[in-house]
């Protein structure tokens, strides 16, 4: 089955079983503010190319809401991006979708970052899941899941989005950070031949601030 294939029947599924929630969300944020429940913002997809991407709102007078704030803990806010599965604008998972600022801001519109572009932007990805808050980070993870990309990796990516609604993005990002460092000693040790742990544990803690405190920051683009 082709990743489009997977991508369009999983997003009909889930906009048809998760209805409901939908229509909860929606009539939650309504009532709190009376405003729209939906925010649209342009981002940059497959190829450069723009699209509307679709949110549910989270902010209002630049202040995120009560429902907001849930809806950002547990990813929740990003249901409505299943339409734009369906419509061959995003996958499931992939990259995270960009606005045109952010791109430039950044400096990956240029050659050296092409790579990022022969995808479509996910709803949910490597960096999304890491937090990845700096370009150099992002670029890593967004490179890396480009390059190793197989069915059983956008597997377990989904199962961990899965469970950051149920339990939030905190705890689960607080997981991933834990193996990730200890992972990280792990192979330091092995590269060492046996060293002490103590050595090992730093050496892994420098390359662990080398990878986390890049040169420009990415942060997701504002929810209005």
């Given at each position: 089955?082709?990743k489009r294939?997977?991508?369009?029947?999983?997003?009909?599924?889930?906009?048809v079983?998760?209805?409901?929630?939908?229509?909860m969300i929606?009539?939650?944020?309504s009532i709190?503010?009376?405003d729209s429940?939906?925010?649209?913002?342009?981002?940059v997809?497959?190829?450069?190319?723009?699209?509307p991407?679709y949110k549910?709102?989270?902010?209002?007078?630049?202040r995120?809401t009560r429902?907001?704030?849930?809806?950002?803990?547990?990813?929740?806010?990003?249901l409505?991006?299943?339409?734009?599965?369906l419509?061959g604008e995003?996958?499931l998972?992939?990259?995270?979708?960009?606005?045109?600022?952010?791109?430039?801001?950044l400096?990956?519109?240029?050659?050296?970052?092409?790579?990022?572009?022969?995808?479509g932007?996910?709803i949910?990805g490597l960096a999304?899941?890491?937090?990845?808050?700096?370009?150099?980070?992002?670029?890593?993870?967004?490179?890396?899941?480009?390059?190793s990309w197989c069915?059983r990796?956008?597997?377990?990516?989904?199962?961990?989005?899965?469970?950051?609604a149920m339990?939030?993005?905190?705890?689960?990002?607080g997981?991933?950070?834990?193996?990730?460092t200890?992972?990280?000693?792990?192979?330091a040790?092995r590269?060492h031949?046996?060293?002490?742990?103590?050595?090992?544990?730093r050496s892994?803690?420098?390359y662990?601030s080398?990878?986390?405190?890049?040169t420009?920051?990415?942060?997701?683009a504002?929810?209005a």
């Amino acid at each position: 089955m082709s990743k489009r294939v997977f991508d369009f029947a999983a997003a009909a599924v889930a906009i048809v079983g998760l209805c409901p929630v939908w229509l909860m969300i929606a009539a939650l944020i309504s009532i709190e503010d009376g405003d729209s429940p939906l925010f649209v913002q342009h981002r940059v997809g497959f190829r450069k190319r723009p699209f509307p991407i679709y949110k549910f709102r989270t902010m209002r007078d630049s202040r995120i809401t009560r429902v907001g704030r849930v809806l950002r803990a547990t990813g929740l806010d990003e249901l409505p991006q299943l339409v734009n599965v369906l419509r061959g604008e995003m996958s499931l998972v992939g990259p995270r979708p960009l606005t045109p600022a952010d791109v430039t801001r950044l400096g990956w519109d240029g050659g050296a970052h092409a790579l990022r572009w022969s995808v479509g932007p996910g709803i949910t990805g490597l960096a999304q899941l890491y937090a990845g808050r700096g370009a150099r980070l992002s670029w890593f993870l967004d490179r890396r899941y480009i390059e190793s990309w197989c069915p059983r990796l956008d597997v377990v990516i989904i199962a961990l989005t899965l469970v950051i609604a149920m339990v939030g993005k905190r705890r689960v990002r607080g997981w991933l950070r834990s193996y990730s460092t200890r992972a990280t000693v792990a192979a330091a040790h092995r590269r060492h031949g046996g060293t002490s742990t103590t050595s090992s544990s730093r050496s892994g803690a420098r390359y662990s601030s080398t990878e986390s405190k890049p040169t420009h920051g990415v942060a997701p683009a504002g929810n209005a």
